[in-house]
C-alpha cells in the first residue's frame, strides 16, 4: 500500500483548527474593534517587546502558522467538494499560500 | 495513487439546494476568512519588523473603516467556525472517564469554557 501523507497534513489542521477557534476570534476583536474604537492601544514598543522575546515569538508565529495551515487543508478539501479536484494545482494553492505566510512570519520575527 | 484520478462531474451549486449543505459550505468557506486574517497577521509582524513608522501605518489601516469591516466579516466567519468546530469535538475526541462516556454536552460546554478563558487571556495580555 501506498504510504499516505494524511497524519502529517490532518495532525497539523486539527492543531490549527483548535487554535484558531479558541484565539482567533478574540484576536479580531481586538485588532479590528478595541484598537479602532480606541479602547485599546497597540504600541510600537509593546509589540516589539513581545515579538521580542523568545516565547512572545513562538506566540505569534504560533497564532498565524496553526490557522494559516488549518485554513489551508480545508481550503483543499472544500475544492474537492467543489468538483475542482484535487490535483497538484489546488494543492500548490492551499498549501503554497499557508507555507509563504509561515515562511515570511518566521522571517519577520527572526528580524525583530 | 492512480496518476490520473477520476474526478467525478458534480454542480457546482449542490451546496445551495439544500438548508443543511449551506450550512456545511459556510462552515467550509469559514477557512478562507481564515486565511485572510492570518495575511493580515503576517502582514502586521512584517511591519513591526520594519520599524515604529511601518507599524504605525500598519494600525492606522486597520483601524480604518474598510480594515474594520473586513475583520467584522472575519469575525462572524471566526465566530461560526469556533461554534461548528467545538460542536464536533464529541465526535472528533470521544472521553471515556472510570468505563463512562463523557455527555457530549459536557465535552462542548468544557471547550466553550476554554474559548472564554482563552479570550479573556488575549485581552489581558493585548490590554497591558
Known amino acids: 500500500m501506498a504510504k499516505s501523507s494524511k497524519p502529517i497534513l490532518w495532525l497539523p489542521f486539527a492543531a490549527g483548527g483548535m487554535a484558531s477557534a479558541l484565539v482567533t476570534p478574540a484576536l479580531i476583536m481586538v485588532t479590528g474593534l478595541l484598537v479602532p474604537l480606541g479602547l485599546m492601544h497597540l504600541s510600537y514598543e509593546k509589540m516589539a517587546a513581545f515579538a521580542h522575546n523568545p516565547i512572545g515569538k513562538l506566540i505569534l508565529l504560533g497564532v498565524v502558522a496553526l490557522p494559516a495551515w ?18 497538484p494545482g489546488v494543492k500548490l494553492v492551499c498549501y503554497g499560500s499557508a507555507w509563504l505566510m509561515i515562511l515570511l512570519s518566521v522571517f519577520a520575527l527572526l528580524m525583530i | ?21 449551506f450550512v456545511y459550505m459556510m462552515r467550509e468557506a469559514t477557512c478562507l476568512f481564515i486565511a485572510l486574517y492570518s495575511a493580515l497577521l503576517t502582514d502586521g509582524l512584517l511591519r513591526l519588523s520594519q520599524g515604529p513608522e511601518a507599524w504605525d501605518s500598519y494600525v492606522a489601516a486597520i483601524s480604518s473603516t474598510p480594515g474594520v469591516l473586513f475583520q467584522l466579516v472575519c469575525l462572524g466567519f471566526a465566530a461560526f467556525h469556533s461554534v461548528t468546530w467545538f460542536a464536533v469535538t464529541p465526535k472528533a475526541m470521544p472521553l471515556v472517564v472510570k468505563g463512562e ?3 457530549p454536552k459536557a465535552i462542548i460546554g468544557a471547550h466553550f469554557a476554554l474559548w472564554a478563558v482563552v479570550s479573556l487571556i488575549v485581552f489581558i495580555a493585548a490590554g497591558i
Open chain 1, 70 to 87: 488549518h485554513a489551508a487543508h480545508r481550503m483543499r478539501t472544500t475544492a474537492h467538494d467543489l468538483g475542482l479536484g484535487a490535483g
Open chain 2, 1 to 21: 495513487m492512480s496518476r490520473r484520478p477520476y474526478v467525478r462531474q458534480i454542480e457546482r451549486s449542490w451546496w445551495l439546494s439544500r438548508r443543511r449543505y
Open chain 2, 101 to 103: 462516556p463523557v455527555p
